[in-house]
């Protein structure tokens, strides 16, 4: 990867963490863990309490893309044909039209995903693993990039169908909003006292772009040593006394790309075992299944992550100077 490809992802990180801070206030970490899965190819899940800026974090990255996007609210009597679309007859041609649902965009926002049925999220798998949708036996390509955001609410029960293992596993990464501060609440006050800045808020790059700095980022440099430890961190989380079902290959693969979009946005063409550090946590917690009596002890599958990541040591070898 050269100095100029480097440059060119940094760029787009700025620009793009500048433009959505226009509507969302104090969230820069947020927005630049956003933009890794963003850069990696993968979807989000964003789980918080009501009211603390999940769909407007979303509303603001797709708005900021450029490209095509579409709204599901879900709710239990969504049908899966609601998301992915259904074949229409036509009477003048005599023949089934395919009419695309709302799946059929770049960025989607599945908003309360946890309100849908079981029958409806799974409508989802196929888009989020392959990038594609079959529709009466017919197989209908999405638009690249293409990019999930999901939001749930973690504490409210009642009315909802909790994501299965499956569907968590697809999700690239989870994200945690939490609560702004004096100041950052003061200040959401002052900037929607008479208009949301979301209306007038412009692209400021293009798919076509994002697609060509995912690229890029997939030849991010990654020295064995380092994949040995992304290896042994996600191994370590099958084997924990308080896990029931840890980490899948997929977590591991989706921890070294990630690790490659934060180096590059960092302005590096090779990862450090710090970046594998800062992501472990979004990445691979919502992939554990704690046992049973380890969620009545108020065991969390983010404290296991944590402690795996004092656990497991970094080799000698593995840090590279750049």
């Not at 969504?78 to 960025?107: E, H, W």
């Not at 609560?179 to 007038?200: D, F, G, T």
Request: glycine share 8%; hydrophobic share 40%; net charge negative.
């Amino acid at each position: 990867m050269t100095g100029l490809a480097v440059q060119a992802v940094t760029d787009f990180a700025t620009k793009m963490g500048d433009n959505v801070s226009r509507v969302m206030v104090g969230k820069e970490q947020e927005t630049k863990t956003l933009l890794v899965a963003l850069l990696s190819g993968g979807h989000v899940l964003l789980e918080d309490v009501p009211g603390v800026g999940k769909t407007m974090l979303a509303r603001a990255l797709a708005t900021s893309f450029g490209g095509t996007f579409s709204r599901i609210q879900c709710t239990p009597d969504l049908l899966p044909s609601d998301i992915t679309g259904v074949s229409i007859y036509n009477q003048k041609l005599g023949d089934f039209t395919f009419r695309p649902g709302p799946i059929m965009a770049q960025i989607v926002l599945a908003d309360e995903i946890n309100r849908a049925t079981p029958r409806t999220q799974s409508s989802l798998l196929e888009a989020m693993g392959e990038g594609q949708v079959t529709v009466d036996g017919v197989t209908h390509s999405l638009g690249q990039p293409f990019m999930v955001l999901a939001t749930q609410n973690p504490i409210e029960f009642e009315g909802t169908f909790p994501l299965p293992e499956a569907q968590l596993d697809r999700f690239f990464l989870r994200l945690n909003l939490g609560y702004p501060s004096l100041a950052e609440e003061n200040e959401v006050l002052l900037r929607l006292q008479e208009s949301h800045p979301i209306q007038e808020l412009q692209p400021c790059t293009t798919p076509l772009e994002v697609a060509q700095l995912q690229k890029l980022v997939a030849k991010v440099h990654v020295e064995a040593s380092v994949r040995d430890y992304i290896v042994r961190l996600t191994q370590s989380t099958r084997t924990h006394p308080q896990v029931q079902l840890g980490a899948s290959p997929r977590g591991s693969l989706a921890l070294l790309r990630a690790a490659q979009a934060l180096a590059a946005m960092e302005g590096r063409d090779f990862i450090l075992p710090d970046d594998v550090k800062a992501l472990a946590i979004p990445v691979l917690a919502h992939r554990l299944t704690l046992k049973v009596e380890s969620q009545l002890r108020g065991v969390s599958a983010t404290s296991v992550v944590s402690e795996l990541l004092h656990q497991v040591e970094v080799k000698a070898e593995e840090i590279r100077e750049g």
